[in-house]
Nanobody, 128 residues
């Protein structure tokens, strides 16, 4: 699976932005999809994940209530809608894909090493 992220840019604090990730191949609907981000000098951190059916989502506490992850399997795309952006949301945002495993718990999805495929990242800059 190849992933291509897009939609990053410069936005003022309090504003909104939607980043998207398009996957190659018709197997997209069989993958759980996650978003991570990495700020300069920091480790990559979990943002959100949506399961293969779209029926289950999970968010990092720091974005809960502000960000929404969704997927459109017809377009092989996963979106991350970001509202009420803060300067601390500035980072490169990465999408990632993983085959679901019955034994994966929430903590597994928060670890980058769980994921099988990664996109190239898209930069989101929030000005204060």
């Amino acid at each position: 699976v190849q992933l291509q992220a897009s939609g990053g840019g410069l936005v003022q604090a309090g504003g909104s932005l939607r980043v998207s990730c398009v996957a190659s191949g018709r197997t997209f609907s069989t993958y759980d999809m996650g978003w991570f981000r990495q700020a300069p000098g920091k480790e990559r951190e979990f943002v959100a994940v949506i399961n293969w059916s779209g029926g289950t989502t999970y968010y990092a506490d720091i974005v809960k209530g502000r960000f929404t992850i969704s997927r459109d399997d017809d377009k092989y795309t996963v979106h991350l809608q970001m509202n009420s952006l803060k300067s601390e949301d500035t980072a490169v945002y990465y999408c990632a894909a993983v085959r679901p495993r019955s034994y994966y718990g929430v903590s597994a999805y928060q670890r980058p090493e769980t994921y099988d495929y990664w996109g190239q990242g898209t930069l989101v800059t929030v000005s204060s």
